[in-house]
């Protein structure tokens, strides 16, 4: 990760580097955009939208975005679901699991800040950024696919819109 | 058997130890007066042999601010049986006898009783950390009088 933060210094010094940078800028944006994988973590109802999505009538394959059962092999984490405060440790730990660039979406109103839970409930935690730093927040409870492909397109544009060396 | 024939049986075996509540239209209620006879009679309508109270389906408690009241709700799958009964237990200090004698899948149930209420139940094997979380240090939330720094009470409306 140290490498590639020191190369657009080292390349913009001679002629014409500016234009390799950005181009690079754009074969990276455009290629981690187009695929990003995502973690299996569904903790509650807003799962099943998440399975919706990612099954043939909504077809998630169609942006990239394919199911990955481990950390390490996915670029975000769609948090699907309320999480407890005995489930917050364990999402930390899968977020630090993963490999760098990494994005959080939170989906549903319990990720955004405890949703239908944020009164008179001792167990849930109240908004994921308390935990993870997220990216995009998707209201609803639970969002319809439609609203989760709206968050995933707004991911990808942020995702094109990064630099190398932005996230590492 | 039905609701009345039920309720009639029970009275009479039982006599003055249970009273019969009325509560809605669905299932038999009764009250056990007495805290200290419970595994008893849980043992009793289990080897009934016109009951044969076989199947515990849940134990849960209400905190009433006032006292404590433990609902045991029970089945006979052979006899196709249904009803529940609760003990009302003091607010302060309450304690109720374990019923894993009578049937080992209190356990969990009455981990979650103690954890969450904090009624301390007699003779469990395994009282302690269930299900809150490990470094848990805060009491007992189902409590009425519970508090908590990160606790937001519904407002009134």
Redesign the interface.
Known sequence: MGLIKKVPAFVEKFPGGGIVTTSLDKIFGYSQASSLWYLLFGTACCAIELMAAGASRYDFDRLGMIFRASPRQSDLIIAAGTITKKMAPRLRLLYDQMAQPRYVIAMGGCTVNGGPFYYDSYAVEKGIDHIVPVDVYIPGCPPRPESLYEGCLKLQEKVKKQKIGDWA | MDREKLTAYLQEKFGDKIEALTCGPVEPFFLVKNKEEILQFCKDIRDDLELQIDYLCAITAVDTTEKFEIIYSVASVAKKIRFDYKVILDHDNPEIDSVIDAWAGADWYEREIWELYGVKIKNHPSLGQFL???DWN?GH??RRD?D?P??????EF
Not at chain 2, 150 to 155: A, E, G, L, S
């Open positions: 809150l979380p490990d805060q939330p189902m519970w908590a990160d606790f937001i009470r519904m407002p």
